[in-house]
């Protein structure tokens, strides 16, 4: 059977948002069905101000985890958009695709492909497609640790930004792909979600991408939590005109109906 679920994140603080190349998908693998069946979730969030300081920005995010005997899939899809006084401050998508394979009680094979667009990190479009292992190094109820390593082929294009000396560049890279992700149940209601990824460019190690995710999930009351969430990201290759690095905190209220 699927079990979908609604969920409404309403943003109480937010710093500069990370805009590093990597995305982080494991917390939607965190906690997979234990049996034949699907899991789906849909996010959305509205922050629309008036008056002094109009501002509107509206995303969506929406995820099935389904499992079929050993083989677990996932599809990932999101989307922001925000304007203020005409100008736009966010335009992005994001969609992922995703198959983890259990060989055995610890060993596991993945393979996935992705497509994002980000106006403001001058990403007109990013495709990737990879494959490899990873190691259920940890598997208990109450705490799970996840480490993977794949290959990925990655397909990048720049926009035409006025004045860039990397207009419109575009090119391909070779890159390994790094990850260590656990979570942690320490208390009834209480969900700790950590991620850490690396990708170094295979011809050119110094080519690096990081990001670290933690994530804090306090169950308020049947159907609404607490979220907690930092990540930083970092790129030491950047387009012309993007920074190395970004951070976000955001504390949320989500609601699951």
């Not at 070779?174 to 209601?189: D, I, N, Q």
């Amino acid at each position: 059977m699927l079990r979908s679920g609604f969920v409404i994140a309403v943003i109480v603080l937010t710093t500069r948002a990370a805009r590093a190349q990597i995305v982080n998908v494991q917390g939607a693998l965190a906690k997979p069905p234990v049996s034949d069946g699907a899991i789906g979730a849909i996010e959305l969030k509205l922050n629309w101000r008036e008056g002094n300081n109009p501002l509107l920005d509206v995303g969506g995010a929406g995820s099935v985890v389904g499992r079929l005997g050993p083989v677990l899939g996932l599809v990932l899809a999101r989307g922001e958009y925000g304007t203020s006084r005409g100008l736009t401050l966010t335009k992005k998508s994001f969609e992922h695709a995703r198959t983890r394979i259990e060989l055995d009680p610890h060993w596991r094979w993945e393979v996935f492909a992705q497509h994002e667009y980000d106006q403001f990190r001058r990403l007109s479009l990013r495709a990737l497609a990879g494959t490899g292992p990873a190691l259920q190094i940890v598997d208990d109820p109450a705490i799970a640790l996840l480490a993977g390593a794949a290959y990925l082929f990655e397909y990048e294009r720049l926009d035409n930004r006025a004045g860039a000396i990397d207009a419109g560049l575009r090119g391909t890279a070779h890159r390994a792909s790094l990850y260590l992700t656990g979570h942690e149940e320490p208390g009834t209601g209480v969900l700790i979600i950590e991620t850490v990824y690396a990708q170094p460019r295979l011809d050119h190690p110094g080519d690096l991408r990081l990001l670290g995710e933690l994530s804090i999930l306090s169950k308020l009351v049947s159907r609404v939590a607490l979220k907690n969430s930092f990540t930083v990201a970092y790129d030491r290759t950047p387009p012309d005109g993007v920074r190395r690095y970004d951070t976000q905190l955001e504390v949320a209220v989500v609601v699951t109906l």
